[in-house]
């Protein structure tokens, strides 16, 4: 005991002495809770380092050629994607050719014109050259939205492309190539979010719509034009088709197949919602006779040799239809495989081929 203390009453020594006690306890504590913080700091960013890579396609058909953007994606929680990577490949006669690898997310891939190719990201269009050796970049166009949720896709109708987004629970449309056209409500979703897909059918555009919150699909058609109004700014204008009933997915593709003198026939690949069993479905929406109105009845899908997987990571298809021609690429265990299915009612698959993809890995 020092001389300083034993000048101070013994209740407030013993006062001091427990203050003492709690201070280095307090002490003792934040060291504690300063080490386990980082430790838990390092083990999370060695856990998003070591985060699988999630793969997904994009196919479109023109002529002969199906164009496919295969695209790896590294997933770290409910929502957070980051290290995205994208390459541009072509199936023709059966041959696979690579074509340029960069870095985004896309969302859509279409035909622009006559040897253009165009990729969506959250807020941009590339376009590319599919005519020139490589397939080169020749233009990134800014789309204006500066939302990360508008999810814009483009498609043409009557030779002109158009520009589909989400807006909140709104689904808008503008023709692309006239910036102050004002755009057209196309659609209202019952909650804000979702994800687009869209295809062109001659003078019309499909759209499949995906509520982000609900998981409900609904399928719709329509044709845009644009008028002119005198000393008005040009307007977007739509005949809108009867959408389809909603159906609710988790994840989902859509294709169209069409054949002379009949009603075209939208085709999803889904998901159910909330289902663990990670197991994709085929639907196809069958109409009543003599009416545009029709029911989704579930028909085989490609062949598989594997169950599908619960890991995410590991389990997609994507479609794409030619006329009366389905194609279905997807993954089969470790392996990626492309097969054809021809008719507008029940699906006739022939045998699946394995397409020589780089590891998702390899693209992220």
Not at 24 to 37: D, E, H, M
Not at 115 to 120: A, K
Not at 175 to 204: N, V
Not at 219 to 245: G, H
Request: with cysteine; net charge neutral.
């Amino acid at each position: 005991m020092s001389d300083r203390d034993q000048n101070v009453p013994q209740m407030l020594r013993e006062r001091m002495a427990r203050q003492r006690r709690r201070a280095r306890l307090l002490r003792y504590s934040l060291a504690v809770s300063f080490a386990a913080a980082l430790v838990l700091t390092l083990v999370y960013g060695q856990w998003q380092l070591a985060a699988p890579a999630t793969r997904t396609v994009l196919l479109h058909q023109d002529g002969s050629t199906l164009w496919m953007v295969d695209q790896s994606l590294r997933v770290s929680g409910q929502a957070a994607v980051r290290g995205a990577g994208i390459r541009l490949l072509a199936i023709k006669d059966g041959a696979l050719t690579t074509g340029p690898a960069f870095d985004g997310a896309a969302g859509g891939l279409s035909a622009l014109a006559e040897n253009r190719l165009g990729i969506t990201t959250d807020t941009r269009l590339l376009v590319f050259d599919t005519a020139a050796e490589g397939w080169p970049r020749l233009e990134v166009r800014n789309l204006g939205l500066n939302d990360t949720a508008a999810n814009p896709v483009v498609a043409r109708a009557g030779g002109q492309p158009w520009l589909c987004w989400v807006r909140g629970p709104e689904i808008l449309v503008q023709p692309l190539e006239i910036a102050d056209a004002e755009p057209q409500l196309l659609f209202k979703t019952r909650s804000a979010g979702a994800r687009l897909q869209a295809l062109e059918a001659g003078d019309s555009i499909w759209l499949a719509v995906r509520e982000v919150r609900s998981g409900q699909v609904t399928v719709l058609s329509f044709r845009p034009r644009v008028e002119k109004p005198a000393d008005a700014p040009p307007r977007t204008a739509v005949i809108l088709e009867a959408p389809t009933p909603a159906m609710t997915a988790g994840q989902f593709s859509f294709a169209l197949l069409e054949e002379a003198g009949k009603p075209a026939v939208p085709v999803l690949a889904y998901t159910r919602k909330d289902d663990t069993s990670a197991r994709w479905q085929l639907a196809y929406f069958t109409r009543t006779e003599g009416s545009n109105e029709g029911q989704w009845q579930d028909v085989d899908g490609p062949p598989r040799e594997t169950r599908p997987t619960t890991l995410n990571a590991l389990n997609f298809v994507s479609l794409s239809g030619h006329g009366s021609t389905l194609t279905a690429v997807y993954s089969d265990g470790s392996r990626v495989k492309r097969a054809e299915a021809t008719g507008l009612n029940t699906p006739a698959w022939g045998e699946a081929t394995e397409l020589a993809l780089d590891p998702a890995a390899s693209l992220a």
